[in-house]
C-alpha cells in the first residue's frame, strides 16, 4: 500500500490540515528570532563560551522538563497543553525586548530557558498525537510534510533573521515569534481534543497493561499491543487518569517508571534511543560551530549576521530536501533489511561529508557541506521518527519521545560544552572535523548490531499496512 500523497492528506484531512497550519506560522517565527537571539549574545559579549551558554541555556530544560511533559501528555489533554504552552511562549518572546534593552547576556539565556522549556511540553503533545490525527497510510506523509516545512521555515527565517538583524535590529524578529505563537494556538483550537489521544476501553485495561512484565512485553512488542490499540474507539481526555497524575506523586513516580520499563524492553525503540544519543556526540557542536564559522571566520558585515544566516540557511536547505526525499525512501524500505543498512549507512555518511566541510577554503564550500550533510540526515530522520511512530503504543508515546529528546539533547548539552571549550584551544573548521567523525560513530555501531547481534527493526516499522 502506497502512503498518501501531499494533496490527499492537505485536502482530505481537516484535523492535520490545522495543526500543520499553525506550525508553519510559528516555526517562521522560531527560527526567525533565533538569529536575533544569537546577535544579541554576540553583540553584547562576542566570546564563543557565551554562545555556547545560550545554546546550552535551549536544550538543558528539556533534562528537567521532559519527565513531566511525558507523563502529563500521556494523561492529560493534549489539545490543552498545546494552547496553553503557545499562549505563553507567546508573552515569553515579548520579554527578548526588556532583555535587549538590559543588554543582558544572561536575561537573554533566561527567555531561552523558558522558551526552550515550554516548547518541550508542545513537541510531546503534538509528537504523541499525530498518529491519531492521521490514517496509517498517512503518516509517513504527514511526518514528512511536518519537519520538511518546519525545516523550510528553519531556512527562510534564517535568511529573513539575518537580513532583518542587518537592517532594522533584533526586536522585530520577536514581536513577530510572539505573534506566530498567537496563530498556532488559535489553529491548535479548531482540532477536537478526542481526535488526539486514544483511551483504552477500561481504565482497568491501561493499567494492566502498564504493569505487564518484561516477558510479556518482549513476546507482544511485535504484533498485539499495536493491533489491540489500532482497533479501540477513539475518544477525549482521561479526567480521571488526569487527576491521578497531578495529585499523586506515587502514580506520577510510576508512570514514568513505566515508560522507562517499555523503552528498555523493546530493543528496536532502545536502540533508536541509543543511536541518536550517539548522534548528539558530535551534532551538539553544530550550532556554536555555525555562529563561530559565519560570525568570526568568515564573516561578513559588521556583526556576521548574514554569514551566520548563510550557514543555517544552507542547513535548512539541505533538511528541507532531505525530508521530501524521505516519504519516496520510506515506500522503498518494505523490508526490514533495507531500513536497518538504510539507517547506518546514512549516519556514517552524514558524519563523513559534515567532516569535510572542515576542509573547506570558503564559507560557501562549508556550507555546500553542510547542507549535503543535512540532506542524508533529514531523510533518515524522517523514516526513522516515522518507524518509531508505527511501534509505540498511544499510552506510552508522550514518555518515549520525551524521553528520547531528552537524553539527545542531554548528550548534545554535554558535547556543545565541550565544542566550546575545544574552540578556545582549536580552529573551527578543525573542531567541524572532530563533530562528524563523532556523528559517524554511531551509523557504524547499528550496522555492527545488525550484523552480529542480530538486531533487527520490526516488520510493522516499515510497512503501512500495519495497524489498519
Known amino acids: 500500500m502506497s502512503s498518501a500523497t501531499y494533496g490527499e492528506l492537505i485536502k482530505g484531512n481537516r484535523n492535520f490540515r490545522r495543526l500543520w497550519t499553525g506550525q508553519v506560522i510559528s516555526e517562521l517565527g522560531t ?13 553584547f559579549s562576542g566570546s564563543p563560551l557565551a554562545t555556547t551558554a545560550l545554546l546550552v541555556a535551549r536544550l538543558l530544560p528539556f533534562l528537567m522538563v521532559a519527565p513531566f511533559a511525558g507523563v502529563f501528555v500521556d494523561r492529560l489533554s493534549r489539545k490543552r497543553i498545546m494552547i496553553a ?4 511562549r507567546a508573552a515569553v518572546a515579548l520579554l527578548y525586548l526588556a532583555a535587549a534593552a538590559a543588554g543582558s547576556v544572561w536575561a537573554v539565556c533566561l527567555c ?3 522558551m526552550s522549556s515550554l516548547a518541550v511540553f ?10 491519531n490525527l492521521v490514517a496509517p497510510r498517512e503518516l509517513l506523509t504527514a511526518n514528512i510534510l511536518m519537519y520538511s516545512t518546519r525545516f523550510l521555515q528553519f531556512t527562510l527565517g534564517a535568511a529573513l533573521g539575518g537580513v532583518t538583524a542587518a537592517r532594522f535590529g533584533y526586536n522585530i524578529a520577536f514581536v513577530v515569534d510572539s505573534a506566530s505563537f498567537v496563530a498556532s494556538a488559535l489553529y491548535v483550537a479548531l482540532i477536537p481534543a478526542a481526535t488526539m489521544k486514544r483511551q483504552a476501553k477500561a481504565q482497568s485495561s491501561t493499567v494492566a497493561a502498564a504493569a505487564s512484565s518484561a516477558s510479556e512485553l518482549q513476546v507482544d512488542k511485535e504484533t498485539s499491543l499495536v493491533d489491540v490499540l489500532a482497533a479501540e474507539e477513539v475518544c477525549g481526555a482521561t479526567v480521571h487518569a488526569s487527576e491521578q497524575v497531578v495529585q499523586s506523586p506515587a502514580r506520577f513516580t510510576s508512570d514514568l517508571r513505566e515508560g522507562l520499563h517499555y523503552i528498555w524492553t523493546t530493543p528496536f525503540v532502545r536502540g533508536v534511543i541509543l543511536v541518536n544519543i550517539g548522534w548528539a556526540m558530535g551534532g551538539g557542536m553544530h550550532s556554536v ?16 549576521d548574514w554569514s551566520v544566516a548563510m550557514l543555517f540557511t544552507a542547513s535548512g536547505v539541505g533538511l528541507f530536501i532531505g525530508m ?4 519516496r525512501i520510506g515506500g522503498w524500505m518494505s523490508k526490514e533489511r533495507r531500513a536497518s543498512h538504510f539507517v547506518g549507512w546514512s549516519l556514517i555518511a552524514h558524519g563523513l561529508i559534515f567532516s569535510a566541510g572542515g576542509l573547506m577554503p570558503s564559507l560557501a564550500l562549508v556550507a555546500l557541506c553542510i547542507g549535503m550533510s543535512r540532506l542524508v540526515i533529514a531523510a533518515e530522520f524522517g523514516v526513522q521518527e516515522t518507524m518509531v511512530m508505527r511501534v509505540i503504543p498511544d499510552e ?3 514518555r518515549v519521545f520525551t524521553t528520547d529528546r531528552a537524553l539527545e539533547l542531554g548528550m548534545m548539552t554535554i558535547s556543545m560544552i565541550i565544542g566550546g571549550w575545544m574552540l578556545k584551544a582549536m580552529s573551527p573548521l578543525t573542531v567541524m572535523i572532530v563533530s562528524g567523525l563523532l556523528s559517524a560513530i554511531p ?10 547481534a542480530e538486531f533487527r527493526i520490526p516488520a510493522r516499522a516499515v510497512r503501512e499496512s500495519y495497524g489498519d
Open 289 to 304: 560551530l555555525f555562529d563561530q564559522i559565519g560570525g568570526h571566520l568568515f564573516a561578513q558585515g559588521e556583526r556576521g
Open 31 to 43: 527560527w526567525f528570532s533565533f538569529i536575533a537571539e544569537l546577535g544579541l549574545i554576540r553583540m
Open 324 to 327: 521530501a526525499m524521505a516519504r
Open 85 to 88: 504552552t503557545d499562549i505563553i
Open 443 to 452: 551509523g557504524i555501531a547499528w550496522l555492527l548490531a545488525v550484523k552480529f
Open 112 to 114: 531561552s530557558a523558558l
Open 396 to 398: 506510552y508515546r508522550g
Open 122 to 131: 508542545f513537541e510531546a503533545a503534538k509528537n504523541a498525537a499525530m498518529p
